[in-house]
């Protein structure tokens, strides 16, 4: 089975890695990265999934093979889309240089690599959980990539997670065809015969129908819930509002709050 290929962003972020590991000086990895940043503010890069370990090659390689968590931490850093590029280089090089500390919270810029790595992959862990998959029309329109997906989900995420998700749900759905649309970034990660990719949303012509059991999911939301027991500062901590707009049992406009159940009246069949 040909292997997808990944980002190609990240694919330069560790060109440029390798560069400074082979000696690069300062100004010509710093003027690589300014130049990095450049083209994916522009988009000039293609969306794609996250590589293989076992086929990564040159420093992405070395850094896997030297720790896997320093080798997480750096596409992590890379998933959230944050101008610490040149932070990210450090950290990848003090990590594959023996006796640095790639976790060395007293430098900034590894600092900065491992807050942003940290808050990506709390995100990538909360849409786990939090997604909302909804029925989609069938077939194909003038080659397009479309419905195959049986079922899909919206999101708006703060960082660019399709990547970390891919693997979660291909395992979840078995052999079902899904999609999970990142509306920030117009971009949809799409299952079809077991195989993720990511492509523009543009391309996925799919239309969502309203889920016929979603009040079947408010009823049971509602039923299992003890006012009694009710915290807002704590759910807002755990279950923070700007997810709610995506969820079946919250209502956006009612400023977060769960949304009213309009199959209430068969709680007393």
Known sequence: MKKPPFDRSLAALFDILD?????????????????FRRLRLKGAFEYGLLPDPLALAGAARDLYGASP?????????WMSER?????????????????HASR?????????????????????????????????SPGRENG?????????????????????????????????SWAVIDERRGVVLVCEDGRPRCAAAGEWTGRLFPDPCADLWRLYHRSINNESWNNADL???????????????????????????????????
């Open 19 to 35: 560069g400074a590991l082979r000696g690069a000086s300062e100004t010509e990895t710093e003027n690589s990265v300014r130049e």
């Open 235 to 269: 759910q807002k901590r755990f279950l923070p509002v700007r997810y709610r707009k995506y969820l079946t049992e919250f209502d956006a406009s009612e400023g977060g709050e769960p949304e009213k159940d309009a199959a209430q009246g068969m709680l007393d069949l």
């Open 83 to 99: 101008p610490v590029e040149a932070g990210m280089i450090r950290f990848g090089v003090k990590a594959l240089v023996p006796g």
């Open 104 to 136: 060395d919270w007293g430098d900034p810029g590894v600092r900065a690599v491992l807050e942003v790595s940290l808050k990506t992959a709390r995100e990538t862990d909360r849409l786990m959980g939090l997604l909302r998959f909804a029925p989609v």
């Open 144 to 176: 397009a990539l479309c419905g195959g997906a049986v079922y899909a989900a919206r999101c708006a995420p703060d960082h660019y997670v399709l990547p970390g998700l891919a693997g979660h749900f291909a395992l979840r759905f078995g052999g079902e």
């Open 69 to 77: 968590e320093a080798y997480g931490d750096f596409v992590s850093a």
